[in-house]
């Protein structure tokens, strides 16, 4: 895979990964419905509790890990697959940042050295995690948070809606052109528009949908273009009575390379098996995550 692939992949993962940084504590095992009837919330205001929320949380979340099953497709222009690449990750938490150590490749274990490497390289991600204050982003990657972005779009059509039987407030956002941006993925937040779903009890992030309304020009158009229809959907949903975690993501993109080559993936993230675990960093050697007694 070239590296102006590698670049693409991580940046269009990182637009819809960006959802994934804004989980909530829950109140109570569940929390109460709010009536149907009730007034609106201002939506600035809302998100500003779920970001709250996501301070709350930060510790809770460091002991809990997940199975990520990725799978990218690459396919032609008639909708053919032509090719087919699944990984499995561990996701595990370290001072409030997301670590994916990787376990299979194409539904086989990883050998004995490409576990070594893996190994190697999940602990160098690890250590900076640990050096990296919780809000602020680690070295090397291409994040922002939801509160971030919406900073940059024009919110409309506020509602309440009931999503997978529970009461949500739903928006739709679009990027403003004259919003200041830096950065790649703030960048291309104005050629974005969607719309989210905020779970209305527990303020969480259930579900979002977004799209790119234009072309969006990386390096200007030198290393690749995202196509204008490129779409990200993006959800999560309570686990264990206590957590909001990722469930599950998706991204269909149509993009051009290096002014030639056209990229067309389709990319499915399924997230499962949540267990509660203590997570050791080890600096020297290793870092993973290990069953551990919890209250």
Not at 104 to 109: E, N, Q, R, T
Not at 116 to 133: D, H, I, L, Y
Not at 214 to 220: I, M, Q, S, Y
Not at 268 to 293: C, I, L, M, P
Request: proline share 4%; no cysteine; hydrophobic share 35%.
């Amino acid at each position: 895979m070239s590296p102006q692939v590698v670049f693409l992949r991580r940046a269009l993962v990182a637009v819809y990964v960006l959802a994934a940084s804004v989980p909530a504590l829950l109140a109570g095992p569940l929390a109460a419905q709010q009536p149907s009837g009730a007034p609106l919330p201002e939506i600035r205001q809302l998100i500003e509790q779920v970001r709250e929320h996501q301070r709350q949380l930060d510790k809770v979340r460091e002991d809990y890990t997940y199975t990520s099953t990725q799978t990218t497709q690459d396919v032609d222009a008639n909708g053919q697959v032509k090719k087919t690449e699944t990984n499995e990750y561990e996701i595990f938490f370290v001072n409030s940042h997301s670590v994916g150590r990787m376990v299979k490749k194409d539904g086989k274990p990883l050998d004995e050295h490409e576990e070594k490497k893996e190994s190697e390289r999940v602990t160098k991600e690890a250590e900076k995690a640990a050096q990296t204050p919780p809000d602020q982003q680690v070295e090397g990657q291409q994040q922002v948070s939801i509160t971030q972005m919406l900073g940059l779009m024009e919110v409309r059509n506020p509602r309440r809606e009931v999503y997978r039987g529970r009461s949500a407030i739903v928006f739709d956002f679009a990027g403003r052109k004259d919003a200041k941006t830096h950065g790649v993925v703030e960048d291309a937040s104005k050629k974005l528009e969607g719309t989210l779903w905020i779970d209305e009890a527990d303020r969480q992030v259930a579900h979002m949908d977004v799209r790119f309304i234009d072309n969006f020009r990386v390096a200007g158009g030198l290393i690749a273009t995202i196509q204008k229809g490129s779409s990200f959907h993006f959800d999560q949903s309570p686990v264990n009575e206590e957590i909001w975690l990722p469930t599950g993501a998706e991204a269909s993109v149509d993009a051009r390379v290096l002014l030639v080559k056209g990229v067309r993936q389709h990319f499915t993230e399924r997230d499962s098996d949540f267990k509660r675990f203590h997570v050791e960093a080890q600096t020297g050697k290793d870092a993973k995550a290990v069953e551990g007694a919890k209250p």
